[in-house]
């Protein structure tokens, strides 16, 4: 639905007049996601544009404003669009496997989130493309309108411009009270048989889960995130010093903390010669980490490069964005300045405590070696 929205409105019936509109625009960027988080589709559609201060064109923000009215109250559905769009679909979803990295994170995902509530694709299973008829769209975009709960955030100085309100008006948003679906889901996971899927590749591409039983707003979060960048974040981590620095054995390797699961993720790309090793060196990293309380120096390090990441990320409008719509579905508070003192408050023992709720989970490995899920079965 959302990508027949932004293909055509009954003010721009084609495609290319949808183009033309957002060239006079002062090329307005207009785009949209789709995720699934627990039981419900969260689309987000996003639209950049020039700030109206530094343009001599009357009534730019109107302009842009009945622009994004049109693609949201009328965009216009037929079946050839619809023919289009499908085919599309198919072309991303063929272009996951012809990506060996892009399909190795699927397989990942699809493996560690079975049974899970947010198991599936954003864009669903695509053995239900075909099924999809013209009234079903016109059925969710009539939900979308009048039932659906929407959040608005506006990223951008228009003080003076417009407010928050007279946009709602605007863009002839109706008042709806349906409300959001609580996102939050405290599964407990248990651990699986590792898993090797055999395909040419040039290198195995490795995926080692953890159980990780922290989640957005809870009380040990910012000591989870300041963990996570001292085991995996950047080039000064353990698992980078260790496994390329050291060992040369990866080009990259990294962790990432899945707070929405509860998982911990460490992820790297390694000849098969060196998959064992490195899981072997991953385990003992983490295994210190357990027993060791970390250096006040590498605490110091993280801690000031997350918070600097955090100061930055106030000049990425899409970052706020997004952030504005994660705090408002987690409830969680959208405050710079309580996140930094968070991080700063992160001592050396709770980094400690954290690390004992990691319990390995699995290893996915995407690779090329024939023997490669009885060797991987072994580790």
Known sequence: MFHMMKAK?????????????????????LSHAVSLMGQAHVATMSVSFAHPRYLDQHDYLGDVLAFMKQVL????????????EKQFLRDYFDGIYASKARYANKRFWDTILEGHPDHLHGYGDIKHLDSITLEDIQSAHRALLEENPIHLAVVGDLQ???????????????PRMTPWPSFKHRVAHQPKANVYDLEPVSQERVYMAFDFAVFYGDEDYYAAIVFNQILGEGSESLLFQEIRERHSMAYDVHSSLAAAWGLLIVQAGVSYDNLARTIDVTQSIIQDLKKTPVDEAQLALAKKTLIHGITQSYDAAKVLAYR?????????????DQAVKHIQEVN???????????????????????????????L
């Open 324 to 336: 504005l719509l994660r705090e408002d579905l987690l409830n969680i508070p959208f405050a710079k």
């Open 160 to 174: 003076g411009l417009m407010t928050l309100e007279e946009m709602i008006q605007t863009l002839a948003l109706k």
């Open 73 to 84: 109250i009328a965009p216009w559905f037929d079946e050839a669009t619809l023919v289009q």
């Open 9 to 29: 409105t009954h003010a721009y019936p084609s495609r290319r007049l949808m183009t033309q509109r957002q060239e006079t625009l002062y090329d307005l960027h």
């Open 348 to 378: 050396v023992q709770d980094v400690l405590n954290v690390a004992q709720k990691l319990k390995r989970l699995m290893v996915y490995t995407l690779g090329g070696a024939e023997d490669g899920s009885v060797h991987l079965s072994s």
